[in-house]
């Protein structure tokens, strides 16, 4: 969400005097570059590349990091600021999560532009650290060697809970349990939510798997939905639990699946603790192979909303005209 008009250019003029003064080329409402057609409101050069998006949301939804992700894999060395106001008024976690993923803060004070996080450009220094993997563009081997040394530390259990939980995850743990980088596994619990991808052919192959390692590798796999999108929708990351030959507790926040042999840069987490309780959640699902019945009904459910919504927005579009 952005503020309205009139203040929107405002705040723009005010950025835009911040950036020149400190001899920077500036450009308001341009495209970035031929590959990224977005528009930021600000788009500062000199050394480096500066993009400058003014925000009035008090976290970041998922679709605006695609945005900027999607920026970072196309531009080099360029720095991502938001510009908050009112920022008495933000929740702590969007400073958390711009942290993570390098973007800088300013804050617009009695019409000043101050900076309270500093961006970095992303690099490979930058996302090798300790708690870090770095997933780079053009690297498929490697990133996918990354999760593996995950997995080498893995013992006992292995928890993955995903709201849009993709079949290629059973691919993924299937090749890792017969490599043995899964070698030292009892129990392997999946966790997503409803949606569209929850197939009769999706349950089969989750049944031929579950068997398949029950039967090779002594392992109980199992996996339920959260029917209650109410409950899923709390869910944006991607995450994995565990623990090593210590028992020491291990939590993971991991890319999707598709950045890992695609051209994207995106990391994993190590060192995470604010993760969802998973058996909290768990304990709210239901087993997708014994009531598959319940399942399928709530799929057909979230079907008939879908299109529900998609004639609710064309009529309201119709009636606009």
């Not at 528009?39 to 998922?62: G, M």
């Not at 309780?277 to 399928?296: A, P, T, Y």
Request: negative net charge.
């Amino acid at each position: 969400m952005e503020p309205d008009e009139p203040e929107l250019s405002r705040y723009k003029g005010i950025c835009r005097r911040h950036f020149e003064t400190l001899g920077l080329e500036v450009h308001l409402d341009v495209p970035i570059s031929d590959e990224v057609g977005w528009r930021p409101h600000l788009f500062a050069r000199n050394d480096s590349n500066i993009i400058v998006d003014i925000v009035e949301e008090k976290t970041l939804p998922e679709i605006q990091l695609k945005k900027y992700s999607e920026v970072l894999n196309a531009v080099p060395q360029v720095k991502i600021y938001i510009v908050i106001i009112r920022a008495l008024e933000y929740m702590p976690e969007i400073f958390a999560e711009c942290n993570r993923y390098g973007i800088g803060v300013y804050v617009i004070r009695d019409d000043t532009l101050k900076e309270i996080l500093s961006s970095k450009a992303r690099n490979v220094a930058d996302l090798s650290s300790e708690d870090q993997i770095a997933i780079l563009p053009g690297t498929p081997y490697g990133n996918v060697l990354g999760l593996r040394k995950c997995f080498r530390k893995f013992r006992n259990h292995l928890y993955w809970f995903e709201r849009n939980l993709p079949k290629g995850s059973l691919e993924l743990l299937y090749d890792n349990l017969n490599s043995g980088d899964l070698g030292d596994m009892s129990e392997i619990k999946l966790l997503r939510g409803i949606d569209d991808k929850i197939t009769n052919a999706f349950k089969e192959e989750f049944k031929t798997f579950r068997d398949d390692v029950s039967d090779n590798h002594d392992v109980d796999a199992q996996m339920r939905i959260i029917v209650d999108n109410r409950i899923s929708i709390q869910i944006h990351g991607r995450y994995m639990y565990s623990c090593d030959e210590n028992n020491n507790e291990i939590k993971l926040q991991v890319p999707p699946l598709n950045s890992l042999n695609g051209d994207q840069w995106d990391s994993i987490f190590t060192n995470v603790t604010t993760l969802p309780n998973f058996l909290d959640f768990w304990n709210r699902g239901i087993d997708f192979v014994g009531q598959w019945s319940s399942v399928e009904t709530a799929v057909r459910h979230y079907r008939e909303n879908r299109i529900a919504e998609a004639r609710k927005l064309i009529s309201s579009q119709v009636d606009g005209l």
